[in-house]
């Protein structure tokens, strides 16, 4: 049910989304026959438009996602027992079609994973994740879409265990505890990507997972830039995922999955 309901609230929620629902109230009170309804109207659809120039013209995107990616950089200990890659955005119903696999920014984590697999021979690996959509299509599972895409850089699937029932972060590591049983004294290395560690490395520390951090697919450079960029879709789509994680951190504290809404 929370999965459920996590999936239609973010629908409504997104910034993307909240320019269109706010841009359309304004306009719905914009025609209104009373003079304040107008006015209002107005007053919203100008300030849906200064926003919208201010994302085109600042990286307030970028602003927003440096944080989370700054929150944790590669620091493994002496001893790695295993490595965990967390699925993303795999497709496959696309992969199914095409023949091949497709995944978007998730092809970053198979590319670390797979380094990470190369600097630790004897390091047990897992990937972990199911389908996130609320109604997955096709007959192809993300895990197959995972394995392929890790043979294709060259990396042996079959050395990797499989999770495929999580659909979200919480259950990725709860769901891979319960079948690998991971004792106090294991280390272990945490693959995803670099604004999605901080839920990540909570839920999985809540969890009893001993992981560090081996982030992937960096978005932002790490500094906080002010010259112009005029990259308003790349912006808003930063700004979609930031927000999404912050939303994500804060929703997983009052639910009790994680230990705090921001992580030590």
Known sequence: MSFTLSKLLWILCSP????????????????????????KGRTLCLSVVVFMAALAILPIGSWALTPLENKYIFNPP?????????????????SEIRGQPTAYESMSRYVRFADMAQRYPQARLIFSGGSG???PRGHMKDDEV????LNSIGMPADKVYFENTSKNTYENAIYTASLIQPKPEQNWLLVTSAWH?????????????????SPAGYQ????????????????????????????????????ERIDAPWPE
């Open 146 to 149: 995972a394995a392929d895409s």
């Open 133 to 135: 959509l609320l109604h």
């Open 78 to 94: 002496q001893k790695v027992d295993g490595v965990i890659l967390l699925g993303g955005d795999e497709q496959p119903e696309t």
């Open 16 to 39: 993307d989304n909240l320019l269109i629902v706010f841009l359309g109230i304004g306009l719905s009170l914009g025609v209104s026959t009373r003079e304040s309804l107008r006015r």
């Open 197 to 213: 560690m901080p839920r990540a490395i909570s839920c999985f520390r809540k969890a009893g997972w001993n992981v560090y951090a």
């Open 220 to 255: 932002t450079t790490g500094f906080y830039q002010s010259h112009p960029n005029f990259e308003f879709t790349r912006q808003l789509r930063l700004l979609s995922v930031a927000v999404h994680e912050y939303v994500g951190l804060i929703s997983y504290y009052l639910m």
